[in-house]
């Protein structure tokens, strides 16, 4: 989130698509609530089922899934014909001045620079034009026919309400109502808020949907205000906290990968660190040297020197365009090329696509780990056939399965202290209220002990480059279980000479006389403490900020870009909220966005992009710098704008024998497969209060649909996908309410996950219809807009 | 002792189900298995271990789709039809501040205060031969703390105090209601019970019924009359019997039984 | 009168935890029972909102107020399990028996396949035929432990939760 949950209440319209949060977040949703009791926000409504939050919305529209970007485009195009934007924060705080190269263009569904051989896009058109010292040109005017502005209207052109409702299905006036709802918040003295989760993100063009969000966001004068922002409501409690520690592709910090042909630390550097694009660019991401040598310092402590690049090289590198990332290694796992998988606290036979595939992927592994607090799915893999059967009958039998799998009990949430970080971006601190049970082992115990095991072994017999294991700092005081306290206070950092914490990533350096493990978090645990486990309950600003209450990053600060809340003087666009406000010497209010004793004018409010500006013209997103509607890959009509570029053209897909797609002639009903808020993901299948409220699993089916059908309430129907099948109860509701799109009727199909064939209640898992079709920035898979049939049993 | 009091706003009710688990779990109600019933709904009624369920009802206003949700448990009633009905004397008491409470050790499961409520709330279990229904949480009031179902509740849909304050809280809502437009929105307290201390407010207040409620609860006339005026009646035999008796006593002194053989 | 039922938690050890669940970050109090004395086992009797958090203000949602139902539940592991190959069911095995497997599995496939120059001589330092994932519903210190881990021992392929 760039604000946070408690900021919401801030709002005076709150835009609730791509999420349901009355189901999903309830807790959150308390502050939506308050925003309409208190300041009679307008609460919008974009899905396509009317759920629990529709329920109390003031607005609902249906959509069709997979459809957000046509229905935000329209409301662009809407805004900017209508002139409904914040001109002056437009002007200010982005990059509409800016001018595009020559060249740039976009025709037929396609950008300029697509090479249809290498099916990928030479970007070199899509850069700014820049003056001799290397800045890119502007026109404060907005008038120049390629500065992003103009560009920016042309695009959205096409995307008229008329447009909006032959893609999305809704008409077009209730697209113009509720973009007018939405575009009210457009008034320097009013804002509002973008409530999304994960019916954003699992899409084959999740990233672009979530730009365009922020394009719009940016249009209505609506990031860093209170009541602002675009708002990723996260699905597990430290989610955020696991994404700032890295994946595949991310060193803790969001510092990049080393890639192959970054022989060098300073090879690294020079490829990753951006250089200012305007002379008033802070460029805060200059400062990666002191991020990641204070990093490497972490990792290998006395081993790291200036000369051998701080142990750059023990880093694992990934070549120049290889992916690492999840759909590419099950699919390596599935063709035989992974020997070893270890799981700790995730299922992913339940919670990835294609379960069939997934299935498939490990037994094909000479062995695995899973680290857990109950029996998976993933840990049950091979019992599949048996517990499975009716979903998985040409599975292979347990017998002819040679993974050895090891399953090691882990201590819950209860049992172990630390920080989660939620979806504000707040780190909580908690404690353990009791031992885990039986002979189950904290985490930190399970790993350790594991790893410390695997050194021994080096030690001892020798083996292939052990350098980079045994260079690895592992000097706890107590190195079999290490305190998460210790380890907190090296995530914060310190200085090597006097072994005092460091107040915040300001204090970083890249000679390697700081140590960080993880820059963002670095301010956490000072020598004041622990601030993550702060209760303080004031609230200066009145606006819900609360600062002593744990603790927020970057800097404690609780609204992201908040000097973009005030305008070219460092005025509060709305009196009434103001973050962060300039008295002439300083700044007052939030931790500022800025740097804390410069002026208002000195330089762009969003200090950690090149351009200083925000931006509403992206080139660094693969598949164009507007986003675009595209289908998803699969779709029951072509693409409307553009029908030979029907699907995102860089989504990558994959072509194994279990990777098939359907067509709308054999599949012709789309699915959306969501949470209910009586269950929380494949967990509390295990737990007696959820299997009492949701015992069974089922199938939301529009009521037209089932009457055509003759499938009335309760009966059991099958759904199937080119991929698997699920079976269960019907729920027949008028709730999901038939499209008009492209001419034709479309259904949809509402599936809730929770289910599998373990636990206290079991049922299908959803995965076995999903698609393994990934968003080609982000990686996540297409869970919402996939093809399926429904027949009655 | 002020009458303490439960406000359900059933325009803040997003059908979470905090408070029937709250309830359940405050309560060490053990958790069953449900059947399936076309419906997010957890059960199509309450039962002996489930004293608080949400109703859903889907439904079209003036072609619009809605959807709405309701909380659902023992009313505690002012002029209680359960404890009117019940012949085991101190198996259903209503305490100084209004709760009504059941105390299964005097509880002869006869079911009479099913019949007696007008809200159809209380459930006879099978296995235990007694009759179960929400406390309000007796225990953790008498000690200072607002019943489980409201501490849980997220949306501020649930509020709980003095009855007085309450209800002051709920006509300011309803008034808010009304500028909004809604011209319908009313509280209901029980008319008909003489007051119920769970109130609610309702958007449709003229049709309650939409929400699962009873339009016009009333004691059934059997039960007002079996506790009603037959009870009156019937303490008027039995005390006059003890007044003729006493009378005859000091009359007459002591009925003499003659020994017949 | 009757007194009401006597109070559950009048007796009770408070923590202040965080719910494990969503990533609102509703802070609650976990009850337990036991004084903490050597000789005694706590148990977990109830677990509510903790109504200092300004998020939650006490309140939960149906699974955060019955995440007692969560901590306390006989389907928890509790001994190490094994699978051998070929096998339809699980063996109890002892942790040092679990660590030995574990760590002989992952050095014997590392020694076997790790790459310390790629096709074209450049330096990559990795074990790419070893996957893992995990860390979203763990704390950030065991996730930056993971992160130890995994480049220790050149694994490359990590993901979790936040990819899907």
């Known amino acids: ?793 | 002792m002020q009458t303490v009091a439960k406000l359900i706003d059933t325009t803040q009710c997003i059908g979470c189900k905090a408070c029937e688990v709250a309830c359940q779990e405050w309560n060490d109600q053990e958790f069953t298995l449900g059947t399936f019933n076309n419906s997010y709904q957890t059960m199509p009624d309450l039962a002996p271990n489930f004293w608080n369920l949400i109703k859903f009802n889907e439904a079209e206003q003036n072609g619009a789709q809605s959807w709405l949700m309701a909380k659902y448990q023992c009313m505690h009633c002012a002029d209680a039809g359960c404890i009117k009905a019940c012949p085991a004397p101190g198996a259903i008491i209503q305490r100084a501040n209004g709760i009504v409470d059941f105390e299964h050790d005097a509880c002869i499961g006869c079911g009479y205060c099913i019949t007696g409520c007008p809200f159809d709330v209380p459930r006879l279990s099978s296995k235990t031969k007694k009759v179960y229904k929400c406390s309000l949480c007796s225990d953790r009031v008498a000690v200072g703390l607002e019943p489980a179902c409201i501490k849980s509740c997220p949306t501020n849909c649930l509020s709980f105090g003095t009855r007085h304050d309450l209800k002051f809280l709920a006509e300011k809502r309803v008034s808010e209601l009304k500028s909004d437009g809604f011209e319908n929105a009313a509280i209901y307290d029980g008319p008909g019970v003489g007051g119920t201390n769970v109130l609610y407010v309702l958007k449709h207040g003229d049709k309650p019924e939409q929400y699962g409620l009873p339009k016009d609860p009333r004691i059934p006339w059997t039960v007002s009359l079996w506790k009603g005026p037959v009870k009156w009646l019937g303490n008027l035999v039995f005390f006059g019997g003890l007044f003729t008796a006493l009378v005859h006593f000091l009359a007459i002194g002591p009925k003499e039984h003659k020994h017949e053989d | 009168m009757a007194a009401a039922r006597e109070l559950k938690i009048s007796r009770t050890t408070q923590t202040s935890s965080v719910c494990p669940y969503c990533a609102v970050g509703c802070s609650v109090v976990i009850h337990t029972l036991g004084d903490k004395a050597r000789n005694v086992q706590p148990t977990v009797v109830h677990i509510e909102g903790d109504p200092d958090s300004p998020i939650n203000r006490g309140t939960l949602c149906s699974k955060g107020i019955s995440l007692k139902e969560f901590v306390v539940n006989e389907r928890r592991l509790t001994k190490p399990l094994y699978r051998a190959p070929g096998s339809a069911e699980w063996k109890a095995i002892s942790w040092d028996e679990a660590i030995d497997k574990a760590a002989r599995r992952i050095k014997d496939t590392r020694d076997r396949t790790f790459q310390e120059k790629d096709g074209q001589g450049r330096t990559v330092n990795r074990t790419a035929s070893i996957a893992m994932i995990g860390g979203c519903t763990d704390t950030n210190e065991i996730n930056y432990l993971l992160s130890k881990f995994r480049f220790g021992l050149g694994i490359i392929s990590y993901e979790n939760q936040s990819r899907l």
Not at chain 1, 251 to 259: A, E, H
Not at chain 1, 490 to 503: I, S
């Open chain 1, 1 to 793: 989130m760039t604000n946070g949950w408690t900021d919401v209440a801030n709002a005076d319209v709150v835009l609730v698509m791509g999420g349901n949060p009355a189901e999903n977040h309830p807790v959150g949703f308390r502050f939506v609530m308050e925003a309409r009791r208190k300041r009679k926000a307008k609460l919008v409504v974009v899905d396509p089922r009317f759920n629990r939050t529709a329920a109390v919305a003031d607005s609902y529209t249906p959509m069709r899934s997979g459809t957000d970007i046509a229905f935000l485009g329209g409301i662009i195009h809407h805004a900017l014909t209508n002139k409904l934007y914040h001109e002056e924060y437009v002007k200010l705080h982005t990059n509409a001045a800016f001018v595009v190269k020559e060249g740039f263009g976009f025709e037929n569904g396609h950008f300029s620079g697509w090479d249809n051989t290498k099916g990928n896009y030479d970007r070199s058109s899509w850069q700014y034009e820049t003056d001799a010292s290397g800045y890119a040109r502007i026109d404060p005017t907005l008038e120049n026919p390629r500065c992003v502005f103009q560009l920016m209207k042309a695009h959205y052109a096409r995307y008229t309400p008329e447009a909006v409702s032959n893609i999305c299905g809704c008409t077009a006036e209730e697209f113009t109502k509720a973009a007018d709802l939405i575009c009210s918040s457009g008034k320097p003295d009013k804002t509002g808020t973008i409530l999304y989760a994960l019916g954003w993100t699992q899409h084959s063009h999740s990233v672009q949907l979530i730009h365009t969000a922020a394009m719009m966001q940016l249009l209505l004068g609506n990031i860093g205000r209170p009541g602002g922002g675009v708002n990723a409501q996260r699905g597990h409690a430290n989610i955020q906290g696991s994404t700032d520690m890295g994946s595949w592709n991310n060193l803790p910090g969001y510092l990049k990968i080393p890639r192959a042909n970054h022989a060098t630390l300073d090879d690294y550097l020079k490829a990753y660190t951006p250089k200012p694009l305007r002379p008033n660019s802070l460029n805060y991401w200059g400062n990666t040297s002191k991020f990641m040598v204070s990093l490497l310092k972490a990792y290998y402590g006395r081993h790291a020197s200036k000369e051998n690049g701080f142990g750059y090289g023990n880093i694992p590198k990934a070549g120049e365009t290889e992916n690492y990332g999840w759909g590419h290694f099950f699919d390596n796992m599935q063709k035989g090329q992974l020997e070893g998988f270890i799981s700790f606290g995730m299922n992913p036979v339940a919670n990835g696509p294609n379960t069939p595939k997934m299935l498939d992927a490990l037994s094909k592994l000479k062995w695995m780990v899973v680290v857990e607090n109950f029996e998976t799915e993933t840990a049950a893999f091979w019992n599949a056939r048996k517990l499975g059967e009716k979903f998985y009958p040409t599975y292979v039998e347990a017998s002819n399965i040679q993974t050895e799998v090891l399953l090691l009990p882990a201590a819950c949430f209860a049992e172990k202290d630390g920080a989660f970080v939620n979806s504000s971006r707040w780190l909580q601190w908690k404690k353990a209220a009791l031992p885990p049970p039986g002979d189950a082992k904290v985490d930190q115990e399970i790993m350790a002990r594991i790893f410390l095991k695997v050194r021994e072994l080096y030690e001892k017999e020798g083996g292939t480059a052990p350098k980079p294991l045994l260079e690895m700092t592992w000097d706890y005081a107590n190195p079999l279980s290490p305190s998460l306290e210790e380890v907190a206070r090296e995530v914060n950092g310190r200085d090597v000479a006097t072994n005092k914490q460091l107040n915040g990533f300001g204090e970083l350096k890249d000679d390697g006389s700081t140590v960080c493990g993880n820059w963002i978090y670095s301010g956490s645990w000072t020598e004041a403490g622990n601030l993550m486990a702060r209760r303080g309950q004031e609230d200066p600003t009145g606006l819900g900020l609360y600062p002593n209450w744990s603790w927020s990053w970057p800097a404690n600060r609780r609204i992201l870009y908040n000097r973009a809340g005030a305008d070219s003087t460092g005025k509060g666009w709305d009196p009434q909220r103001t973050p962060l406000r300039w008295d002439g010497t300083r700044w007052i209010g939030d931790t500022p966005d800025y740097k804390a004793d410069a002026k208002p004018e000195d330089m762009g409010a969003f200090i950690m992009l090149p351009e200083g500006v925000a931006k509403l013209f992206a080139a660094d997103l693969v598949e164009g710098p507007f986003p675009e509607h595209y289908e998803p890959v699969e779709s029951p009509v072509p693409n409307p704008l553009h029908p030979n570029v029907s699907h995102n053209p860089l989504a990558p897909i994959f072509h194994g024998p279990l990777d098939k797609l359907g067509e709308a002639k054999d599949y012709p009903y789309v699915a959306i497969t969501y949470r209910l808020t009586e269950h929380f993901h494949y967990w509390t299948k295990h737990v007696a209060s959820g299997s009492q409220l949701q015992t069974n699993f089922f199938v939301e089916l529009p009521e037209a649909l089932a009457n055509e059908k003759g499938i009335k309430g309760g009966d059991l129907v099958r759904v199937r996908s080119a991929r698997g099948m699920v079976e269960g109860p019907a729920l027949v509701t008028k709730r999901i309410r038939p499209l008009r799109v492209a001419g034709k009727t479309v259904y949809q199909v509402g599936i809730p996950i929770h289910w599998g064939f373990v636990g206290r209640v079991r049922g299908p898992l959803v995965n076995n219809l999903t698609p393994s079709a990934y968003d080609p920035n982000a990686g996540t898979p297409e869970y919402k807009g996939f093809l399926v049939n429904v027949e009655k049993v």
